[in-house]
């Protein structure tokens, strides 16, 4: 088969966070250099030609292998087979990491929002293991949204880190179809739009004098906080021009 410029690399770990969400842990090519935000387009060699679907990276550069979280798609081409790849078996992963949901793109500010759906909390695990949001802003709140208290991946590192880093990071999670489980259950689009999220934590609503936003998943829910955030006159980010939103959009 011809892998082209791609890397054969192999499966160390997985972690089985629900019948349908997984994470594996792969070896990570010697010169592959990436940023939080970034994806690799990822592919199995039982393809005759490379079918790419791209996943964020859930490592931090600093890490020696290479992590990724996906939820499997029964109707999908790629993933029901990733769910049944086991320690050992080989993926590709194309040459190099793509994307520009980068938090550098953003202009500086006070507060970072981490907004996410499902397995778009990927790319902010990267980012909160890097780290080095805590020395731009003076405060992190993630805010994750998942049907059920099964979906919620990292939790338990999220915790802790809330905890180690009392009052510098808040981690909210949301899951919206286990009614009485005492967590916040409506969606996040609509937690921001009517300020129960800030009053929650004690500020302000959101705005962009203060507040850097970042939104990762599901296509109708960035449709639906793109839409919120313009009529608070948040900017995106263009290239060449920082901006105080930015939008990662699964499918
Ligand atoms: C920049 C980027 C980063 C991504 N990162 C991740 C990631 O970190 N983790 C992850 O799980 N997925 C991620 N995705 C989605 C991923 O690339 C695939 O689309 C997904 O895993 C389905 O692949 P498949 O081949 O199984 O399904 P496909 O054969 O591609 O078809 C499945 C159909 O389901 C829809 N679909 C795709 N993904 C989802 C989903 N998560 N929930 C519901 N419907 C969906 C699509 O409309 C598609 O038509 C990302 C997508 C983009 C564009
Ligand atoms: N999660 C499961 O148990 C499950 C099981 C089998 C199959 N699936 C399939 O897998 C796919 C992905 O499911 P998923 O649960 O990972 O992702 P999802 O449908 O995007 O749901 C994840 C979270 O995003 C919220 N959300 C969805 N649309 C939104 C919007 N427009 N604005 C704001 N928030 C929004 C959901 O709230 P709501 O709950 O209010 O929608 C939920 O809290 C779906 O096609 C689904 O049919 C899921």
């Given at each position: 088969m011809d892998i082209g410029a791609s890397h054969?690399?192999?499966?160390?770990?997985?972690?089985?966070?629900?019948?349908?969400?997984?994470?594996?842990?792969?070896t990570r090519p010697s010169d592959y250099a990436f940023r939080p935000g970034h994806y690799a387009r990822v592919s199995l060699p039982c393809?005759?030609?490379?079918?790419?679907?791209?996943?964020s990276i859930v490592s931090s550069s600093d890490q020696p292998q290479?992590?990724?979280?996906?939820?499997?798609?029964?109707?999908?081409?790629l993933t029901p087979l990733l769910g049944e790849l086991t320690v050992e078996s080989v993926i590709l992963i194309d040459r190099n990491p793509m994307g520009f949901f980068l938090e550098e793109s953003?202009?500086?500010?006070?507060?970072?929002?981490l907004l996410a759906t499902g397995t778009g909390v990927g790319p902010y695990i990267s980012l909160l293991r890097e780290g080095g949001i805590f020395a731009k802003y003076q405060q992190v709140i993630l805010v994750y949204s998942v049907r059920a208290r099964a979906e919620?991946?990292?939790?338990?590192?999220?915790?802790?880190?809330?905890?180690?880093?009392?009052?510098?990071?808040?981690?909210?999670?949301v899951i919206t179809r286990e009614p009485g489980t005492g967590y916040l259950s409506e969606r996040i689009p609509a937690l921001i739009g009517s300020g129960r999220l800030a009053n929650?934590?004690?500020?302000?609503?959101i705005n962009p004098v203060r507040d850097r936003v970042m939104v990762c998943g599901n296509p109708e829910f960035t449709s639906g906080m793109r839409a919120l955030l313009n009529e608070r006159q948040f900017a995106p980010c263009r290239r060449g021009q920082a901006g105080t939103m930015l939008f990662e959009k699964y499918w």
């Amino acid at each position: 088969m011809d892998i082209g410029a791609s890397h054969l690399e192999t499966v160390i770990a997985f972690r089985r966070w629900s019948a349908r969400t997984l994470s594996i842990t792969t070896t990570r090519p010697s010169d592959y250099a990436f940023r939080p935000g970034h994806y690799a387009r990822v592919s199995l060699p039982c393809f005759e030609r490379p079918l790419w679907r791209p996943y964020s990276i859930v490592s931090s550069s600093d890490q020696p292998q290479l992590e990724f979280l996906f939820s499997i798609i029964p109707s999908g081409r790629l993933t029901p087979l990733l769910g049944e790849l086991t320690v050992e078996s080989v993926i590709l992963i194309d040459r190099n990491p793509m994307g520009f949901f980068l938090e550098e793109s953003l202009s500086p500010g006070e507060v970072l929002w981490l907004l996410a759906t499902g397995t778009g909390v990927g790319p902010y695990i990267s980012l909160l293991r890097e780290g080095g949001i805590f020395a731009k802003y003076q405060q992190v709140i993630l805010v994750y949204s998942v049907r059920a208290r099964a979906e919620l991946a990292y939790d338990d590192e999220l915790r802790a880190l809330q905890q180690q880093l009392d009052g510098r990071f808040h981690y909210l999670p949301v899951i919206t179809r286990e009614p009485g489980t005492g967590y916040l259950s409506e969606r996040i689009p609509a937690l921001i739009g009517s300020g129960r999220l800030a009053n929650e934590l004690g500020m302000t609503p959101i705005n962009p004098v203060r507040d850097r936003v970042m939104v990762c998943g599901n296509p109708e829910f960035t449709s639906g906080m793109r839409a919120l955030l313009n009529e608070r006159q948040f900017a995106p980010c263009r290239r060449g021009q920082a901006g105080t939103m930015l939008f990662e959009k699964y499918w």
